[in-house]
């Protein structure tokens, strides 16, 4: 799909912004419309969340702050009239790509969209889709590289199109190094309404930068459903390791802890719910 809204997002960066090199604009920008969005969630984070889109008003001057804004205006247009076709778009991918300032020589490519959704229509099983669904009421996706968003959202339209509402029965886990990425499919993951939950971090090391809620996975409780859903199967392997005589304790968890596995020290920034610190 190609939309008049891409090209004209396109066309602001390049003709609006021209005191900065475009790379640095779609960074700003999609850095800027992240932090926009999870300012009205994250409220123990709203000091630091306005400080940093302050820094955003120092640099820009009134023109450019009002082509930012004028470019979130048509992303959401622009997404909209790709649900209304009943598709799932990576728009900002798209828009990284047609601007040309993805990095060839470090290898950066973004998984062409018919390619996405051909394997996950392939892989895509109703039949167990639908078995897990009615035994814990969704599915989780886990996404260690997920680039702009291209292949959860593939796999959303993929469980749409089988009958399945993957608004309230679909959650996403998907982390990348990249902080652009990681803004990207945080955008996307928001304003196409899924539950999920965003790392900027290195799976690798299991270093962890920053974890994004977006509005629907905090609107609907998904972060209690999951906790829930995470110690019943806990509790439910455990009672299935006593079989025998065979006596195991179930996993721990270490949701609480801001050390990951190697044990490095990790700045998060993540949202913090009552209770549950």
């Not at 062409?112 to 599915?139: D, L, M, N, R």
């Not at 886990?142 to 993957?166: D, H, R, S």
């Not at 390791?241 to 179930?250: M, N, Q, R």
């Not at 949701?255 to 490095?264: A, D, I």
Request: proline share 4%; net charge neutral; glycine share 6%.
């Amino acid at each position: 799909m190609n939309n008049k809204y891409e090209n004209e997002i396109m066309k602001i960066m390049r003709n609006k912004f021209l005191r900065f090199p475009i790379f640095d604009v779609f960074h700003d920008f999609v850095s800027w419309t992240t932090l926009s969005i999870r300012q009205a969630l994250e409220v123990n984070n709203a000091k630091g969340i306005e400080s940093r889109m302050q820094d955003f008003c120092q640099k820009y001057d009134e023109k450019e702050r009002r082509a930012m804004v004028e470019m979130y205006a048509l992303l959401v247009e622009a997404m909209d009239y790709a649900a209304r076709l009943g598709e799932y778009t990576d728009i900002l991918s798209r828009i990284f790509q047609g601007l040309e300032i993805h990095s060839k020589s470090a290898g950066q490519f973004f998984t062409p969209w018919h390619i996405a959704y051909f394997s996950a229509k392939i892989t895509f099983q109703p039949e167990e889709v639908k078995k897990k669904i009615e035994e814990q009421g969704y599915i989780t996706a886990y996404e260690p590289t997920v680039g702009g968003g291209t292949m959860i959202l593939a796999l959303a339209q993929v469980m749409q199109e089988a009958g399945f509402a993957p608004q309230k029965e679909l959650l996403i886990y998907a982390t990348d190094i990249d902080y652009r990425c990681a803004c990207m499919t945080y955008i996307h993951a928001s304003l196409y309404a899924l539950p999920a939950v965003i790392q900027h971090g290195n799976e690798l090391t299991q270093e962890i930068f920053g974890r994004w809620f977006t509005p629907v996975y905090v609107c609907d409780l998904w972060l209690f459903r999951d906790k829930f859903m995470r110690e019943r199967r806990h509790r439910d392997e455990a009672k299935m390791a006593t079989v025998g005589g065979i006596s195991k304790s179930p996993p721990r968890t270490n949701s609480g802890t801001k050390e990951n596995k190697r044990g490095n020290k990790a700045v998060v920034e993540q949202l913090v719910l009552p209770g549950l610190q």
